[in-house]
């Protein structure tokens, strides 16, 4: 065997490793269209908000209901496109989508996530609300950074990223929506577009 077949032998087996630890089927055009997602709903809540003529938004006010109705189509709209690229891009590369590699990542990536769900929803409806932007980019990232080690490295850097937003947003409580678009909205564009060129395009 000379260097070269076994260079090409070393790289298959290490394609094989990655294939059978890590999630490799997540799309960056998910995260594209998440951000856009996020950046469409964060227009409407502002219309929303500006419309109600007032500096503050009040629990049981039909703005706050519209707010929640707008949050969830926007959740919902990311994780049905995720799941939908996903499959496609599986399909295209002979993988099984539901495995036990996908099954630790759900759970590593979703422990985090409904922890700061439930607990925001818990702030709110005892009346401090004041950082809930903050927590949503803060446990956002941890759950990005916890399912990492499961699929695409680069995942990692979002998520610090969020939880730094979600620290300065903790700073600057007065800018939590803008933080907000800059975490949900242009970072999801930004990786999703760096993704999409370093491994969707190259398949």
């Known amino acids: 065997m000379n260097k070269e077949e076994y260079l090409k032998d070393i790289t298959e087996i290490k394609n094989m490793m990655n294939k059978s630890s ?16 996020a950046l469409t709903g964060a227009a409407f809540a502002y219309y ?14 039909q703005v706050f209901r519209y707010i929640l109705i707008d949050l969830f189509v926007v959740a919902l709209l990311s994780i049905a496109t995720a799941i939908f690229l996903s499959v496609k891009k599986a399909k295209k590369n002979n993988e099984i989508l539901w495995n036990g590699t996908s099954k630790r990542l759900l759970t590593a990536f979703m422990t985090p996530l409904l922890t700061g769900g439930i607990y925001i929803i818990i702030k709110i409806f005892t009346h401090h609300y004041g950082l809930t932007g903050s927590l949503m980019l803060i446990f956002y990232g941890l759950a990005l950074v916890n399912a990492s080690k499961y699929t695409i490295g680069n995942v990692k850097y979002l998520g610090y990223i969020e939880i730094i937003l979600g620290l300065l947003c903790a700073i600057f409580p007065g800018y939590g929506f803008w933080f907000w678009v800059l975490g949900f909205g242009a970072m999801h564009i930004l990786y999703g577009s760096l993704i999409y060129l370093k491994h969707d395009r190259q398949e």
């Open 22 to 37: 890590r999630f490799l089927s997540l799309s960056g055009l998910s995260g594209i269209l998440a951000g856009i997602y």
């Open 48 to 61: 929303l908000f500006e419309k109600s003529g007032r500096d503050y938004i009040i629990l049981d006010s």
